[in-house]
């Protein structure tokens, strides 16, 4: 297998990932939404603001890794 081809599922897999957690983010911050809403008690349960804190710690792994990446290429040592 050739390196670029290689750096190509590697960013691929990177994309994928990003999309997933991105959608996690986005799921979590709306049950956060719908619990605050003037229906409820005005607060989110411990378990949303947790899976809202997750998400978000998954999406900044993910950040610092495009950036290695950026940092790479930029480096010329991708492509």
Known sequence: M???KYWREQEQEL????NAAADRYREA???VTLQVAP???GRPTKDS???VEAA???LEAV???????KAEFS?????
Do not use: C, H, T
């Open 2 to 4: 050739n390196k670029q």
């Open 15 to 18: 994309i994928n990932r990003w």
């Open 29 to 31: 911050q709306a049950a």
């Open 39 to 41: 229906q409820s008690d």
């Open 49 to 51: 603001v947790q899976a």
């Open 56 to 58: 978000r710690a998954e």
């Open 63 to 69: 950040r610092k890794r495009v950036a290695r990446f």
């Open 75 to 79: 480096a010329g040592k991708r492509y």
